[in-house]
């Protein structure tokens, strides 16, 4: 994991300079339509399980995912043949795009379950989520919107972040949910779902 960590920093450390987040939204469009609104929903709002949301998420968060995946480094088979070999300029264009959408919950959310709910809400604090997501949970630069994030995504992509399966640019997520259960994961993705 820290080798992986290492090789990411240094391909960002090649890759963000030249990456002005300057993106074209409106080149952005219509390579969305093209290539992402099938998985990913053609209002950013994704209705598949298991794929996320990229609607309102900050360009900052996106443009490095699409570097780390088209990397190797976040290795996701599903991406891998819409990301390979994509040049900067449609990574910020598409990233200013998707931040341009309005953000909204799925249309198949779950209904409210008052117990997860709370169990979820109290890992919040004592886990600092909000120091880094901010307290709206809409993210800032590299730190994703995670509120009104599908449910199921949440939960996998956290479990995967715990057992190190999934890494980012630095280790931080890893360290953020580090000993948490299935049940206690299970709790925040509600939670975090259902936020606005
Ligand atoms: C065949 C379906 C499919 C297509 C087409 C697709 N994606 Fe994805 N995408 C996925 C899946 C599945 C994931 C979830 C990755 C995981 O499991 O961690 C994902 C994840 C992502 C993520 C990470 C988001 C996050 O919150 O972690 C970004 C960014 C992304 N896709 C952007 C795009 C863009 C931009 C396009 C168009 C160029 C695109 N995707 C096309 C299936 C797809
Ligand atoms: C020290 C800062 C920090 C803290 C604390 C933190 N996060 Fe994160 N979080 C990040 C960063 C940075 C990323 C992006 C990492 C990457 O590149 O994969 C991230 C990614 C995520 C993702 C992935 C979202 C997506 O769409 O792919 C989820 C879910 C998440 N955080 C939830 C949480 C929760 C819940 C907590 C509290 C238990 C938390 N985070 C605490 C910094 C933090």
């Known amino acids: 994991m820290r080798l992986r960590s290492l090789v990411a920093a240094a391909v960002l450390a090649a890759a963000l300079p030249g990456t002005a987040m300057g993106g074209d939204p409106a080149r952005g469009a219509a390579l969305a339509a093209e290539r992402c609104a099938a998985c990913h929903g053609a209002d950013g709002r994704s209705a598949m399980p ?19 995946m088209r990397e190797g480094i976040r290795r996701v088979p599903a991406m891998q043949p819409f990301v390979e070999g994509m040049p900067d300029q449609d990574i910020e264009d598409l990233a200013a795009w998707f ?15 008052a117990a997860l709910l709370a169990a979820g809400e109290a890992l919040i604090g004592p886990r ?50 580090a000993g948490l259960s299935d049940a206690e994961i299970a709790a925040l993705a509600h939670y975090l779902a259902q936020r606005d």
């Not at 298991?50 to 780390?68: K, N, V, Y």
């Not at 931040?99 to 379950?113: E, F, K, M, T, V």
């Not at 994030?149 to 057992?163: I, N, S």
């Open 128 to 177: 600092n989520c909000a120091v880094c997501h901010l307290p709206s949970l809409a993210g800032r630069e590299q730190m994703p919107r995670i509120a009104g994030q599908r449910e199921e995504f949440l939960a996998r992509t956290m479990a995967e972040y715990r057992d190190g399966r999934r890494i980012g640019a630095d280790p931080q997520m890893n360290g953020a949910v």
């Open 50 to 68: 298991d794929i996320p949301s990229l609607a309102g998420q900050q360009p900052g968060f996106t443009t490095l995912q699409m570097i780390l």
């Open 99 to 113: 931040a341009s959408l309005p953000p909204g919950p799925p249309q198949d959310r779950r209904p409210r379950d």
